[in-house]
């Protein structure tokens, strides 16, 4: 199957071909010939399978006829992030540069001025999140009724960050005869119900990952003590082939210390975690993605469906308390047929947590055995310099720990805080949360979707 058999533009499969794809991937190749069509459209498929070109390649040939118009954006693209929004928004202007094509993108954290200005003067294509498109929708500032093309992407996402109302409010705002795209990983009764209520007969396509994929991504779980774990992640990152790593941890102020000490240590390491700005997160994961660090430290938070290609490592420096969220960290990893490899660090404090991981993916992970004399390396004096000493004893954020958004662990994830408006929506809607949740069963961490397929197939060696 070729690019050029789905009914695409030439100045479209021109733009491909610079951007080296030389085959569409099977979501791909199912999804582009029924959107070009002007159908709606249900795409399920794993992360990293290519979703994005899935629905950005015909949207841009569709939009190639037909006039802008003040204050009316003609297509609507939601993302659950602003790091996935960018990321949209950089499709469109790799594959789109034979086009004469406008955008606009709203997130949160980034000066409206230029964004709200483009809108003034009209695009083709807006890409938000829920939360600063509804902003902007209350003062006035924009409106929906030219928009005849709308793609909810990452859905079961939308769902995790409580984005769902908003996006009914979106849709009922939205022209009814217009079309509709909806992609998801997963797809969970409420966002079936999302589909059925807002798309009109949709095609609807599933991917299962390719049988190769399935493999890539082989992963371990280390033993560790709490003590141990920088000098065995440092051994690994030393001796396991590592070319690019993301290394996960659970707080914030983790993920600082870490970088910092990598750093000491000689590695080109670089952080990103959500105390920083939205500018000097893009920055920070550039220099990533043009190779001046080679070794990122991240927070789920900031992290949240990173595209980085060619990762050749992913570390759970803390097992993540919510075990969807490992689904999500290995899967930066062995991606586009690549394969990867993904240490989980098991300390006695991450015990609770890799049962949940275990029981959400359906099966052990591998043991990874440290060779005897590096499992536990005499301790060499560059090892334990003073400032470690103070971390070693257990900080006032160990014994309680929070997470990034600082609500207490176990409690839903807070979405994220776009604006003023989104924060007190948000408020009153966690509080619902907390109060039901005390009925809950404790140990249930919110997640009812299946299970990803790919993680049910253990690690190579
Ligand atoms: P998803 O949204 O399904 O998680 P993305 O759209 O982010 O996946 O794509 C995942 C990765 O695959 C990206 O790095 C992207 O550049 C790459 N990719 C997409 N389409 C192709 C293709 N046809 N051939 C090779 N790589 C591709
Ligand atoms: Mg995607």
């Given at each position: 199957?070729?690019?050029?058999?789905?009914?695409?533009s030439?100045?479209?499969?021109?733009?491909?071909?610079t951007?080296?794809?030389?085959?569409?991937?099977?979501?791909?190749?199912?999804?582009?010939?029924?959107?070009?069509?002007?159908?709606d459209?249900?795409?399920?498929?794993?992360?990293?399978?290519?979703?994005?070109?899935?629905?950005?390649?015909?949207?841009?040939?569709?939009?190639?006829?037909?006039?802008?118009?003040?204050?009316?954006?003609?297509?609507?693209?939601?993302?659950?992030?602003?790091?996935?929004?960018a990321?949209?928004?950089?499709n469109?202007?790799?594959?789109g540069?034979?086009?004469?094509?406008?955008m606009?993108?709203?997130?949160?954290?980034?000066?409206?001025?230029?964004?709200?200005?483009?809108?003034?003067?009209?695009?083709?294509?807006?890409?938000?999140?829920?939360?600063?498109?509804?902003?902007?929708?209350?003062?006035?500032?924009?409106?929906?009724?030219?928009?005849?093309?709308?793609?909810?992407?990452?859905?079961?996402?939308?769902?995790?960050?409580?984005?769902?109302?908003?996006?009914?409010?979106?849709?009922?705002?939205?022209?009814?005869?217009?079309?509709?795209?909806?992609?998801?990983?997963?797809?969970?009764?409420?966002?079936?119900k999302?589909?059925?209520?807002?798309?009109?007969?949709?095609?609807?396509i599933?991917?299962?990952?390719?049988?190769t994929?399935?493999?890539?991504?082989?992963?371990?779980?280390?033993?560790?003590?709490?003590?141990?774990?920088?000098?065995?992640?440092?051994?690994?990152?030393?001796?396991?082939?590592?070319?690019?790593?993301?290394?996960?941890a659970?707080?914030?102020?983790?993920v600082?210390?870490?970088?910092k000490?990598?750093?000491r240590?000689?590695?080109?390491?670089?952080?990103?975690?959500?105390?920083?700005?939205?500018?000097a997160?893009?920055a920070?994961?550039?220099?990533?993605?043009?190779?001046?660090?080679?070794?990122?430290?991240?927070?789920?938070?900031?992290?949240?469906?990173?595209?980085?290609?060619?990762?050749?490592?992913?570390?759970?420096?803390?097992?993540?308390?919510?075990?969807?969220?490992?689904?999500?960290?290995?899967?930066?990893?062995?991606?586009?047929?690549?394969?990867?490899?993904?240490?989980?660090?098991?300390?006695?404090?991450?015990?609770?947590?890799?049962?949940?991981v275990?029981?959400l993916?359906?099966?052990?992970?591998?043991?990874?055995?440290?060779?005897?004399?590096?499992?536990?390396?005499?301790?060499?004096?560059?090892?334990?310099p003073r400032?470690?000493?103070?971390?070693?004893?257990?900080?006032?954020?160990?014994?309680?720990?929070?997470?990034?958004?600082?609500?207490?662990?176990?409690?839903?994830?807070?979405?994220?805080?776009?604006?003023?408006?989104d924060?007190q929506?948000?408020?009153?809607?966690?509080?619902?949360?907390?109060?039901?949740?005390?009925e809950?069963?404790p140990?249930?961490?919110?997640?009812?979707?299946p299970?990803?397929?790919?993680?049910?197939?253990s690690?190579?060696a």
């Amino acid at each position: 199957m070729n690019f050029a058999d789905l009914g695409l533009s030439d100045e479209l499969l021109q733009a491909v071909e610079t951007a080296g794809y030389s085959e569409p991937t099977p979501i791909q190749a199912q999804a582009i010939p029924p959107v070009l069509m002007m159908k709606d459209l249900i795409g399920i498929a794993q992360t990293g399978t290519g979703k994005t070109a899935s629905f950005v390649l015909p949207m841009i040939d569709i939009l190639a006829h037909g006039r802008r118009r003040a204050l009316m954006p003609r297509s609507l693209i939601l993302e659950p992030t602003r790091e996935l929004a960018a990321q949209v928004a950089e499709n469109f202007e790799k594959y789109g540069k034979n086009h004469d094509l406008k955008m606009a993108l709203l997130i949160g954290g980034v000066q409206m001025g230029d964004q709200v200005k483009a809108l003034q003067e009209g695009v083709d294509v807006l890409i938000a999140t829920p939360g600063r498109l509804m902003d902007l929708f209350e003062r006035g500032k924009i409106l929906l009724t030219g928009c005849e093309l709308l793609v909810i992407d990452e859905a079961d996402r939308m769902l995790d960050m409580g984005f769902i109302p908003d996006i009914e409010t979106i849709c009922s705002k939205l022209p009814t005869n217009r079309q509709t795209l909806l992609f998801s990983a997963t797809m969970p009764p409420v966002i079936k119900k999302l589909a059925d209520r807002f798309l009109s007969n949709p095609k609807y396509i599933e991917v299962a990952r390719p049988a190769t994929t399935n493999t890539n991504i082989v992963q371990h779980k280390v033993a560790v003590t709490t003590r141990k774990k920088r000098e065995v992640l440092r051994h690994l990152l030393r001796n396991d082939d590592v070319s690019t790593a993301i290394i996960f941890a659970n707080r914030k102020t983790t993920v600082r210390e870490l970088a910092k000490s990598l750093k000491r240590h000689g590695f080109t390491a670089g952080e990103i975690h959500g105390d920083m700005d939205q500018p000097a997160r893009l920055a920070e994961l550039q220099r990533f993605k043009d190779g001046s660090i080679n070794i990122l430290v991240a927070s789920d938070v900031a992290a949240r469906g990173l595209d980085v290609k060619g990762v050749s490592h992913v570390f759970n420096f803390d097992t993540p308390w919510h075990p969807d969220d490992y689904v999500h960290r290995i899967g930066r990893t062995g991606r586009g047929g690549a394969s990867g490899r993904a240490f989980t660090f098991v300390a006695p404090e991450d015990a609770e947590a890799i049962d949940n991981v275990e029981k959400l993916t359906g099966g052990k992970i591998p043991v990874y055995q440290m060779p005897a004399e590096e499992a536990a390396p005499a301790p060499a004096r560059e090892e334990k310099p003073r400032r470690e000493k103070r971390e070693r004893s257990p900080a006032r954020e160990e014994r309680a720990p929070v997470r990034e958004d600082n609500a207490p662990i176990r409690e839903e994830r807070a979405p994220r805080r776009e604006s003023r408006g989104d924060e007190q929506r948000r408020e009153r809607r966690s509080e619902g949360n907390r109060s039901r949740r005390r009925e809950q069963e404790p140990a249930d961490d919110g997640w009812n979707g299946p299970i990803p397929e790919f993680l049910h197939v253990s690690a190579l060696a």
